[in-house]
């Protein structure tokens, strides 16, 4: 598989756009020893969506995102990446695949400079293999040189540019989560997973975050699915979005529908309790 | 051309030089600066696993006993009539220092796939099982001498080829290090779930850096079967691989430069010691060896260097990089 | 079948003392989560305590029951106090450091307790006295119980029920399973994490110098690198049982003592060493958790 550029339609994109579902689960089940924590759950993402995945904590939110991501395996369930089946798929076959994650606690390569981190992101980008790192050959030296110029880009997008040697470490807050999102994009996955990205920035940050990811949503032709507890910004955004409480989904629908559905108000505010 | 080839052969003058220089000297410091680059090969091998990929591994004496059996086994009953010319002897080690470390490596990838499953003290303590289990084998093959080991094997190792793939590893550590693979290698160190999240078939990097280090440590254990020209079951016991442990941890874990020097370091400091030994009557090598284990861990627990290099804390002209 | 019925009985005394080591092991994993690699070298330190003592009442000339009482108790308080000092000075600088750092300073205390014995006392084995005159107890057909036999199987089930009863019916016991979920909430209930982490080491190191002497009784030497390969086997049996787990430690000792004591008899002792790490590799392929640990996934 050629690499896919972070930057410019490629191959990849252009089948993914005669595919039109970028997301399909079917009837996914995992359980932890008699606890259900993803029960029979569907959902879908069409290409070039948000959606938005929501409920109350304990969900199981992140569990589908782990699931999805191949880091726990499903007792049961499709899971469809851009209409190619990924069940029993390794974690990094699966960004193959085209779907890319990030973390609720953000997990950076704290010791490497931020430089590093994006390029861990490009790793498919280049193709040299180790004789030509030992021996420095001209190929090697093309292929960082490019390299080098993509995460100029997008460091540049995310406003990252003046970091670009510090460690990742280092960074704000803000700017780690920046950073984590810059690295998913490197992959050149066409579906994203955003796991809670604005928890813990203030309205500012969040807006000017918000902007970002639509704006790469665009710019990239995305599709993404996104948990997140900020229920303005989750109301603003989401073409869609799915509740889950207790591993089952008790809602779907547009975000005004989900307002006004009678089991997400007592799933958020109980049954009988006033907020 | 040149430029490709630049390292390499700024490395063979490097060890030409110290050839020249050690064979003016006496034969007991040609001993001590041969056995101190052995060393430091086995502590640059023992450091792609121990401090690059982030995994411990207390099974480095057992890829360094394969390795020199290997090649002793090749050079002593494959080339049987001995070779005069020192071009010869050179070749015929070479050859065996590869099979050496062909065959340690074959072995590391058998039992990195199983065994790199594992993470932290399980892992330390199934590679010392590893360990013990070579030691057995090496024991019950008689082919090989069984306990009373090898003797005879011609001593051909010189100072040049120590120097030379002592500073050849080195610098394929550093290419690696600063290519994408050694970056994929790193941010699996970092954080294993991101760096596969990103797309680093992490698995298959630390089988890979595990091979390499086992090749690395088999053709040091060829240089050091050649230079004592006898070995035997016990020479490559658990006491073998803590000293290499030690020179790791003491040098820093990840840093290549740390792990070269804190290995001259270890060696050396005993013979100075030797004096002070002698008068007290006590070996005082071990002791001093585990008393720097518990301080460093409690005192610097990131060794000396930490992850860094010696040429990131020197003082330098300005970085040209490509 | 009646040479297999006497090896698999001395196999199960051998698994009683690799089930007193290995709780040494199971025990201080579950406080710390660290796997103590000097254990077997505090067992060895209380191997040539026990040493002193029978020197110390010239037992060597007539045994008697009293005599070896005083040998075990000797030996088990020299190696709770080694415990307690390695703990307050080796690992509780390290306490909140990673885990990885822990297990090397271990690894280094294994290595100083073997090289200043071997200052102490020199490299070669000394010959340990014969405080328990070897005869045979009782005789089934041609299976024989020695009082060895005997000594071994009393001395590993009291303590083995002293530590049971104190693990699950005290204040101290329920402290340290408190530990073992979590240092933090132990400490908020007002448990003094400290305390009970000594208390851990001395119990463990207790019970591996009991272990050191029934060893010594049989074979008859000490050397300063004894400790090396029992506490390896002993840990592998903390392993196979699922570490940190008290009957999984026994379980596992015991399934190892007897495997080990079959292959001696039927193949050579040669492979026998080799078996336990072989154990250990498969225990670990196929579930690490152990016969009873529960595996906890990573939290992501």
């Given at each position: 598989m050629p690499g896919n550029l972070g930057c410019t339609p490629t191959e990849k994109e252009k089948s993914s756009m005669n595919a039109p579902i970028a997301l399909n689960v079917e009837n996914m089940t995992l359980s932890f020893g008699g606890i259900v924590a993803v029960d029979d759950l569907s959902l879908e993402v069409k290409t070039g969506e948000l959606v938005g995945l929501i409920g109350p904590n304990g969900a199981g939110k992140t569990t589908v995102f782990n699931i999805l991501s191949g880091i726990y395996l499903p007792q049961?369930?499709?899971?469809?990446?851009?209409?190619?089946?990924?069940?029993?798929?390794?974690?990094?076959?699966?960004?193959?695949?085209?779907?890319?994650?990030t973390f609720q606690n953000i997990r950076l390569f704290k010791e490497m400079s931020v430089a590093d981190n994006i390029k861990v992101g490009f790793y498919h980008e280049n193709s040299y293999g180790l004789k030509d790192a030992f021996f420095q050959t001209h190929f090697f030296h093309n292929q960082e040189t490019q390299l080098m110029k993509k995460v100029h880009e997008l460091m540049e997008l995310l406003e990252l540019s003046a970091y670009q040697n510090k460690l990742a470490k280092a960074l704000a807050y803000g700017d780690q989560k920046k950073l984590e999102l810059a690295r998913a994009l490197a992959t050149g996955a066409k579906l994203l997973l955003l796991d809670e990205p604005v928890a813990g920035m203030n309205r500012s940050e969040t807006q000017w975050f918000m902007k970002t990811i639509l704006n790469v949503k665009q710019r990239f032709g995305l599709s993404m699915l996104v948990i997140e507890h900020d229920m303005h910004l989750v109301m603003g955004v989401c073409e869609r979005i799915y509740v889950m409480e207790h591993g089952i989904k008790i809602a779907e629908g547009s975000p005004k529908a989900i307002q006004n559905d009678l089991r997400v108000i007592e799933a958020y505010l109980g049954k009988k309790s006033r907020a | 051309m040149i430029n490709k080839i630049k390292g390499w052969i700024v490395i063979t003058a490097i060890a030409v030089g110290l050839q020249m220089m050690v064979t003016r000297i006496s034969g007991y410091f040609e001993d001590i600066l041969v056995l101190a680059g052995i060393n430091a090969i086995l502590a640059v091998s023992l450091n792609w696993v121990n401090g690059l990929s982030g995994q411990f591994s207390l099974g480095q004496a057992g890829f360094m006993a394969i390795g020199a059996y290997a090649s002793s086994y090749v050079s002593m009953f494959v080339f049987h009539s001995p070779n005069h010319s020192i071009w010869g002897q050179q070749g015929v080690l070479i050859f065996s220092l590869l099979v050496g470390g062909g065959v340690?490596?074959?072995?590391?990838?058998?039992?990195?796939?199983?065994?790199?499953?594992?993470?932290?003290?399980?892992l330390a303590i199934a590679t010392l099982g590893f360990l013990e289990i070579v030691k057995v084998v090496l024991?019950?093959?008689?082919?090989?001498?069984?306990?009373?080991?090898?003797?005879?094997?011609?001593?051909?190792?010189?100072?040049?080829?120590?120097?030379?793939?002592?500073g050849g590893s080195v610098l394929i550590t550093y290419r690696f290090l600063h290519s994408r693979h050694g970056r994929a290698l790193i941010s699996i160190r970092e954080n294993e779930v991101a760096a596969a999240s990103l797309g680093i078939p992490t698995t298959f990097y630390k089988v890979q850096v595990f091979v390499v280090s086992a090749v690395l440590a088999g053709m040091a254990g060829g240089l050091f079967a050649h230079y004592l020209s006898y070995i035997n079951p016990s020479s490559f016991g658990i006491m073998m691989t803590l000293e290499i442990v030690i020179m790791v941890v003491l040098g820093g874990m990840g840093s290549t430069s740390g792990s070269v020097l804190a290995a001259f370091f270890l060696?050396?400091?005993?013979?100075?010691?030797?004096?002070?030994?002698?008068?007290?009557?006590?070996?005082?090598?071990?002791?001093?060896?585990?008393?720097?284990?518990?301080?460093?861990?409690?005192?610097?627990?990131?060794?000396?260097?930490?992850?860094?290099?010696?040429?990131?804390?020197?003082?330098?002209?300005?970085?040209n990089h490509p | 079948m009646q040479e297999f019925i006497q090896l698999v009985i001395n196999g199960a005394a051998l698994g009683s003392i690799y089930a007193l080591i290995a709780l040494g092991y199971t025990m201080v994993y579950g406080v710390l989560g660290l796997i103590n690699f000097a254990h077997g070298d505090v067992l060895m330190v209380g191997a040539y305590?026990?040493?002193?003592a029978v020197w110390s009442?010239?037992?060597?000339?007539?045994?008697?029951?009293?005599?070896?009482?005083?040998?075990?108790?000797?030996?088990?308080?020299?190696?709770?106090?080694?415990?307690?000092?390695?703990?307050?000075f080796a690992y509780r600088p390290l306490r909140n450091g990673s885990k990885l750092n822990l297990l090397i300073t271990s690894v280094g205390v294994s290595l100083l307790l073997e090289n200043l014995c071997q200052i102490l006392w020199g490299a070669t084995p000394r010959v340990f006295?014969?405080?328990?005159?070897?005869?045979?107890?009782?005789?089934v057909d041609h299976v024989a119980i020695t009082n060895y036999l005997v000594v071994t199987f009393l001395v590993s089930v009291v303590l083995m029920i002293i530590l049971e009863w104190i693990v699950l019916k005290t204040q101290l016991g329920r402290a340290m399973r408190a530990i073992s979920y979590s240092h933090e909430m132990a400490m908020l209930v007002g448990i003094s994490a400290d305390n009970i982490?000594?208390?851990?080491?001395?119990?463990?190191?207790?019970?591996?110098?009991?272990?050191?002497?029934?060893?010594?009784?049989n074979y008859p030497q000490v050397d300063p690198t004894m400790g090396l390969l029992l506490g390896l086997k002993a840990f592998v049996a903390a392993v196979l049982g699922g570490i940190g787990s008290i009957r999984g430690a026994v379980v596992g000792a015991l399934t190892m003592g007897i495997l080990e004591s079959l292959i001696a008899g039927y193949f050579s002792s040669t492979y026998r060493d080799a078996l336990a790490f072989i154990v250990l590799i498969l225990v670990l392929m196929i579930k690490p958790s152990g016969l009873f640990g529960h595996h906890q996934p990573e939290k992501v």
């Amino acid at each position: 598989m050629p690499g896919n550029l972070g930057c410019t339609p490629t191959e990849k994109e252009k089948s993914s756009m005669n595919a039109p579902i970028a997301l399909n689960v079917e009837n996914m089940t995992l359980s932890f020893g008699g606890i259900v924590a993803v029960d029979d759950l569907s959902l879908e993402v069409k290409t070039g969506e948000l959606v938005g995945l929501i409920g109350p904590n304990g969900a199981g939110k992140t569990t589908v995102f782990n699931i999805l991501s191949g880091i726990y395996l499903p007792q049961n369930g499709n899971i469809r990446v851009f209409g190619k089946p990924i069940d029993g798929f390794k974690t990094h076959q699966i960004t193959r695949a085209g779907l890319v994650r990030t973390f609720q606690n953000i997990r950076l390569f704290k010791e490497m400079s931020v430089a590093d981190n994006i390029k861990v992101g490009f790793y498919h980008e280049n193709s040299y293999g180790l004789k030509d790192a030992f021996f420095q050959t001209h190929f090697f030296h093309n292929q960082e040189t490019q390299l080098m110029k993509k995460v100029h880009e997008l460091m540049e997008l995310l406003e990252l540019s003046a970091y670009q040697n510090k460690l990742a470490k280092a960074l704000a807050y803000g700017d780690q989560k920046k950073l984590e999102l810059a690295r998913a994009l490197a992959t050149g996955a066409k579906l994203l997973l955003l796991d809670e990205p604005v928890a813990g920035m203030n309205r500012s940050e969040t807006q000017w975050f918000m902007k970002t990811i639509l704006n790469v949503k665009q710019r990239f032709g995305l599709s993404m699915l996104v948990i997140e507890h900020d229920m303005h910004l989750v109301m603003g955004v989401c073409e869609r979005i799915y509740v889950m409480e207790h591993g089952i989904k008790i809602a779907e629908g547009s975000p005004k529908a989900i307002q006004n559905d009678l089991r997400v108000i007592e799933a958020y505010l109980g049954k009988k309790s006033r907020a | 051309m040149i430029n490709k080839i630049k390292g390499w052969i700024v490395i063979t003058a490097i060890a030409v030089g110290l050839q020249m220089m050690v064979t003016r000297i006496s034969g007991y410091f040609e001993d001590i600066l041969v056995l101190a680059g052995i060393n430091a090969i086995l502590a640059v091998s023992l450091n792609w696993v121990n401090g690059l990929s982030g995994q411990f591994s207390l099974g480095q004496a057992g890829f360094m006993a394969i390795g020199a059996y290997a090649s002793s086994y090749v050079s002593m009953f494959v080339f049987h009539s001995p070779n005069h010319s020192i071009w010869g002897q050179q070749g015929v080690l070479i050859f065996s220092l590869l099979v050496g470390g062909g065959v340690s490596g074959l072995v590391g990838y058998l039992i990195g796939i199983p065994v790199l499953r594992l993470k932290g003290d399980y892992l330390a303590i199934a590679t010392l099982g590893f360990l013990e289990i070579v030691k057995v084998v090496l024991y019950n093959v008689q082919c090989v001498g069984g306990a009373e080991g090898l003797a005879g094997i011609p001593q051909t190792t010189t100072p040049f080829l120590v120097f030379f793939i002592l500073g050849g590893s080195v610098l394929i550590t550093y290419r690696f290090l600063h290519s994408r693979h050694g970056r994929a290698l790193i941010s699996i160190r970092e954080n294993e779930v991101a760096a596969a999240s990103l797309g680093i078939p992490t698995t298959f990097y630390k089988v890979q850096v595990f091979v390499v280090s086992a090749v690395l440590a088999g053709m040091a254990g060829g240089l050091f079967a050649h230079y004592l020209s006898y070995i035997n079951p016990s020479s490559f016991g658990i006491m073998m691989t803590l000293e290499i442990v030690i020179m790791v941890v003491l040098g820093g874990m990840g840093s290549t430069s740390g792990s070269v020097l804190a290995a001259f370091f270890l060696t050396i400091l005993p013979e100075a010691l030797r004096p002070v030994q002698h008068w007290t009557g006590i070996d005082l090598r071990m002791v001093l060896y585990a008393l720097i284990l518990i301080f460093v861990m409690i005192m610097r627990p990131q060794g000396i260097l930490g992850c860094r290099e010696i040429w990131d804390v020197l003082p330098r002209k300005k970085k040209n990089h490509p | 079948m009646q040479e297999f019925i006497q090896l698999v009985i001395n196999g199960a005394a051998l698994g009683s003392i690799y089930a007193l080591i290995a709780l040494g092991y199971t025990m201080v994993y579950g406080v710390l989560g660290l796997i103590n690699f000097a254990h077997g070298d505090v067992l060895m330190v209380g191997a040539y305590a026990g040493l002193l003592a029978v020197w110390s009442i010239h037992l060597n000339a007539h045994p008697t029951l009293l005599g070896l009482l005083w040998v075990f108790v000797v030996a088990m308080v020299a190696s709770s106090l080694l415990g307690v000092l390695i703990e307050r000075f080796a690992y509780r600088p390290l306490r909140n450091g990673s885990k990885l750092n822990l297990l090397i300073t271990s690894v280094g205390v294994s290595l100083l307790l073997e090289n200043l014995c071997q200052i102490l006392w020199g490299a070669t084995p000394r010959v340990f006295p014969s405080i328990l005159n070897q005869e045979i107890f009782f005789k089934v057909d041609h299976v024989a119980i020695t009082n060895y036999l005997v000594v071994t199987f009393l001395v590993s089930v009291v303590l083995m029920i002293i530590l049971e009863w104190i693990v699950l019916k005290t204040q101290l016991g329920r402290a340290m399973r408190a530990i073992s979920y979590s240092h933090e909430m132990a400490m908020l209930v007002g448990i003094s994490a400290d305390n009970i982490i000594m208390i851990t080491f001395m119990i463990g190191s207790a019970l591996a110098a009991a272990a050191g002497i029934l060893v010594v009784i049989n074979y008859p030497q000490v050397d300063p690198t004894m400790g090396l390969l029992l506490g390896l086997k002993a840990f592998v049996a903390a392993v196979l049982g699922g570490i940190g787990s008290i009957r999984g430690a026994v379980v596992g000792a015991l399934t190892m003592g007897i495997l080990e004591s079959l292959i001696a008899g039927y193949f050579s002792s040669t492979y026998r060493d080799a078996l336990a790490f072989i154990v250990l590799i498969l225990v670990l392929m196929i579930k690490p958790s152990g016969l009873f640990g529960h595996h906890q996934p990573e939290k992501v």
